[in-house]
């Protein structure tokens, strides 16, 4: 389909990782990025991975990217209540435009 | 180095006006893409400019349009305002057309029509 998807709501514990799924649609897609959104705010870039690699560590957070499956993922390691907020991959399309999931609204609970 | 910014941060206007909005993309970056973001659709693509060219346009009407000047700065009009135009509108700049990578986004204009 034409559809970025991801799963809606992800609920962890203070301390522990998150991980946040992503299923992409474009094949030829050479970026995928991560997303963070806080209520009443514009979107944050936490990273971004190229389609011919299949792991990124940044601090925190790591990526990985299964091109096969078009399965993009991010992991948050010692999740914080700070990471609280709504995480958006998109795929960068080959005309040059992003396309977004829905959004996966993590809540960390203390 | 100053980030993506959007002027004005909020606005409200009724049905049938239009609105201009502003966006300054990051010192050095060419690209600037417009989004809007609802809570029903989601983020989707409005259009995008590069040295003054629009280089991709999303699936919206034709009340939709933009530009670009000669030192990046992009803005979007919104004609005959409907309801259903109320949103979060984003733009995004990053280096320039094939070059991706960092795809940066202003903290957005919230458009309320009534």
């Known amino acids: 389909g034409e559809d970025v998807e991801q799963s809606l709501f992800l609920s962890v514990r203070e301390g522990d990782s998150s991980v946040i799924n992503c299923t992409y649609t474009?094949?030829?897609?050479?970026?995928l990025y991560w997303y963070k959104q806080e209520p009443g705010a514009g979107l944050q870039l936490l990273t971004y991975?190229?389609?011919?690699?299949d792991m990124k560590q940044d601090q925190r957070l790591t990526v990985l990217l299964n091109k096969k499956d078009k399965h993009l993922s991010l992991r948050i390691a010692d999740t914080q209540t700070g990471d609280s907020a709504i995480y958006f991959c998109?795929?960068?399309?080959?005309?040059?435009?992003?396309?977004f999931g829905k959004g996966t609204k993590l809540s960390v609970k203390p | 180095k100053a980030g993506v910014t959007q002027t004005p941060r909020y606005l409200i206007k009724t049905r049938g006006q239009q609105v201009t909005l502003s966006c300054s993309p990051i010192?050095?970056?060419?690209?600037v893409s417009w989004y809007q973001q609802t809570p029903g659709q989601g983020l989707q693509f409005l259009f995008e400019?590069?040295?003054?060219?629009?280089?991709n346009k999303g699936n919206f009407p034709g009340r939709f349009s933009g530009r670009q000047f000669s030192n990046s700065r992009s803005e979007m009009n919104v004609s005959t305002l409907e309801l259903g135009d109320s949103a979060l509108y984003l733009c995004?700049?990053?280096?320039?057309?094939?070059?991706?990578?960092?795809?940066?986004f202003g903290p957005g204009t919230r458009l309320l029509v009534l």
């Open positions: 995004a700049s990053s280096l320039g057309a094939g070059i991706a990578g960092d795809q940066y």
């Open positions: 474009d094949s030829s897609s050479t970026y």
């Open positions: 991975i190229f389609s011919n690699m």
């Open positions: 998109a795929e960068l399309r080959s005309q040059g435009n992003l396309i």
């Open positions: 010192s050095g970056h060419r690209s």
């Open positions: 400019y590069f040295s003054e060219t629009q280089r």
